[in-house]
């Protein structure tokens, strides 16, 4: 079974403050996602890379920034963040093609 | 718009009962995919059935392709399933769009 792990789990965070919420996996995947989730939306992708260095937009970007440093580290960076970005964030990981995605635990993100 | 439908959008089951959980997508998708959420949890996935009848343990996907849908039938229910079903079409190098989710509650 594919290791996602995410850090922090909890997260408070001051409107215009920056937050970096941080994913690693453990099984050499080439591809990483984030996603947020709001109540009503599902889940909706923010960024996704294909490997060390790349990072790609998603469908909500905006507000957004996205590092992949490493095959196992990818990090979402919010540098001024908003009330409206109070979600729960999730992190995958996968081969692409047909296989699957592995999801992280999340992270319960609040913003006041 | 939105790519992906489901319904209903929630469901109440009495324990040992089948429910029937129904997924509309507005393009070809190239695959389709069934998560559960675990209240509080993270997403697990449970089928990957681009097309055709697909079966795992009490769990049976449909998918017809040219008819954009896909349903996920589970059979004698228990609490233990619980939660959240998505339905997600896969995309360009496996980007996933998600439907909203049909909440599963299933009562003793």
């Known amino acids: 079974e594919a290791a996602v792990t995410q850090s922090p789990r909890n997260k408070v965070a001051v409107t215009g403050g920056k937050v970096t919420l941080s994913c690693n996996q453990t099984n050499n995947h080439n591809n990483m996602y984030w996603y947020r989730q709001d109540t009503g939306h599902g889940l909706r992708l923010i960024h996704y890379s294909y490997g060390a260095g790349s990072t790609e937009k998603g469908d909500i970007p905006d507000g957004y920034k996205a590092s992949r440093p490493s095959q196992e580290n990818f990090s979402l960076i919010l540098e001024l963040a908003t009330p409206s970005q109070t979600s729960v964030y999730f992190c995958?990981?996968?081969?692409?093609?047909?296989?699957?995605?592995?999801f992280g635990p999340g992270t319960r993100l609040l913003v006041l | 718009g939105q790519q992906v439908q489901q319904s209903p959008a929630s469901l109440v089951l009495q324990e040992g009962e089948n429910a029937e959980l129904q997924c509309n997508f507005s393009?070809?998708?190239?695959?389709l995919q069934w998560f559960y959420q675990r209240p509080g949890g993270s997403l697990v996935s449970l089928l990957y059935n681009p097309s055709g009848t697909k079966h795992t343990g009490r769990l049976t996907s449909t998918t017809v392709t040219k008819e954009r849908r896909s349903s996920l039938h589970i059979s004698s229910s228990q609490t233990t399933d619980s939660g959240t079903y998505f339905c997600?079409?896969?995309?360009?190098?496996?980007?996933?769009?998600f439907g909203q989710g049909t909440v599963l509650s299933v009562i003793p």
């Open positions: 995958a990981s996968g081969w692409g093609g047909q296989d699957t995605q592995y």
């Open positions: 997600a079409r896969a995309g360009g190098n496996n980007k996933l769009t």
């Open positions: 393009s070809t998708a190239t695959r």
